[in-house]
């Protein structure tokens, strides 16, 4: 009977809390009333921290491309490639006496980098051979279980593979100046090109008919040979395949050409991949699996791009109700800290982190709500201590959370999946390392008011 009376007041009480900014007050006028009271905090819940991997995630329509690699001492190689379809672009009939000049793919930078960009990238470009498909999953599964609230119908995934041609039909050298307005211009095979030229002019539907020249050439795949030490984006707006020709016009043998473009209908999405073997998460291939903190020296991590995010879970949270008399939850922080100088200018940290409930199964099945918001959610931005360099971490205020936690019995099943928000896990690939222990670490920090 005590329990069953005493929740309806931690809840009353919790919500009149919300209306105080300190802490560290009771929120009630009554100054002899609460004077019978104490506010406490405690930052020594135990939180237990792991790594896991995602389930697949969409990559798809975007609008950037993630090309390159980088090899971190912690998560092993990571390497990203964008696939994309190309269009036959406006109609055209070139003249009889064309004669090819060259075929080029032309991109743009969006703007994006990670990682070391001095050392050279060794872009490749290579001819998909197998359709571009994509697939549904029915609304329920058999056993009427969640997948993941991350998924999308008629996506392509982070994880989906597709055949190329293991010879590139173009590839070049670069130093990337990410932030100019160069273009990104690559010479593709000449062969190739000739082809489209010729085909173009016996009026082949391949060549002239959007849906035949999807069969005929089914793609690009734009990657690199795995020797550089960034990862860049690459814009899909205004992506081209240009083919140069010369053609007389009076005695004059001019230059013309044609593009082959991209369109917003087109596919085109991300697939990164993640060598782990030589690192302590070797064991992460699929969804559920989970490497506890103990066995990563004291650190979970989170990298976009190839999913690998954090989880923490709070077993014994709901005992401080049977060792205190916890009348009410002032506030309640979850403060995550990066390991001290695991992070610089090349490696920035993601910008800002969101929360999932999870279970035993790992999968995101719902984002949090916002702190007695359900018309928002849970979003903590980057704030970094340029003093001392104690303080640099991602705070959320998860007042409610840990109201509900505490009204509940343990569970080492549930738990919150920390994660960039789903805009950056696909078009970032920022990684970083969390303190499970020591003095930067993750921890759930909270004010209560208790009897005296």
Not at 206 to 235: A, H, N, P, Q, W
Not at 399 to 423: C, K, N, V, Y
């Amino acid at each position: 009977m005590k329990k069953i009376q005493f929740i309806p007041v931690l809840v009353c009480l919790s919500l009149l809390a919300e209306c105080v900014n300190d802490p560290n007050t009771l929120g009630l006028s009554n100054s002899t009333f609460s004077s019978d009271y104490d506010v406490v905090v405690v930052d020594t819940v135990t939180v237990r921290v792991s790594t896991v991997l995602l389930d697949s995630f969409p990559t798809s329509n975007t609008g950037v491309l993630l090309v390159g690699g980088y090899n971190d001492a912690k998560l092993g190689r990571m390497q990203g490639e964008g696939y994309m379809q190309i269009g036959t672009g406006n109609t055209w009939t070139p003249p009889a006496d064309a004669i090819f000049d060259s075929l080029v793919l032309i991109a743009h930078y969006s703007g994006y980098t990670y990682g070391d960009t001095t050392v050279a990238h060794n872009i490749e470009v290579r001819r998909v051979t197998q359709p571009f498909q994509v697939y549904s999953m029915p609304q329920f599964w058999i056993n009427e279980g969640q997948y993941s609230a991350l998924y999308t119908a008629n996506s392509k995934f982070n994880g989906s593979a597709m055949r190329y041609s293991a010879q590139p039909i173009g590839s070049k050298k670069v130093r990337i100046r990410a932030h100019s307005s160069d273009s990104l211009m690559v010479r593709i095979n000449d062969d190739l090109g000739r082809e489209w030229l010729r085909l173009t002019k016996e009026n082949s539907p391949d060549l002239i008919e959007d849906s035949r020249f999807s069969e005929y050439f089914k793609g690009i795949c734009m990657g690199t040979d795995g020797t550089d030490e960034s990862v860049i984006g690459i814009k899909t707006e205004n992506i081209k395949i240009r083919l140069y020709y010369k053609t007389y016009v009076g005695e004059q043998l001019t230059q013309q050409y044609h593009d082959y473009t991209f369109t917003t209908n087109l596919f085109n999405y991300s697939r990164f991949t993640a060598d782990r073997s030589q690192t302590s998460l070797n064991t992460l291939s699929l969804a559920a699996d989970e490497v506890t903190s103990v066995k990563t020296d004291d650190m979970a991590f989170v990298q976009s791009g190839t999913g690998l995010v954090t989880k923490v879970t709070f077993p014994y949270l709901f005992r401080l109700l049977r060792l205190t008399d916890v009348l009410l939850v002032n506030q309640a922080l979850l403060v995550i800290e990066p390991v001290k100088d695991s992070y610089n200018d090349q490696h920035p940290l993601p910008s800002s982190l969101t929360l999932y409930h999870t279970d035993k199964r790992n999968l995101p099945l719902q984002r949090v709500y916002a702190n007695y918001n359900t018309n928002a959610y849970q979003s903590a931005t980057i704030s970094f201590d340029e003093e001392f360099d104690k303080s640099t971490g991602y705070q959320f205020v998860v007042t409610q959370l840990a109201q509900q936690l505490l009204s509940t019995d343990g569970s080492t099943d549930r738990g919150l999946l920390i994660m960039p928000d789903a805009s950056q896990l696909n078009t970032t690939v920022n990684r970083a390392y969390f303190g499970a222990g020591g003095d930067y670490r993750i921890k759930l920090k909270i004010w209560y008011t208790k009897l005296q």
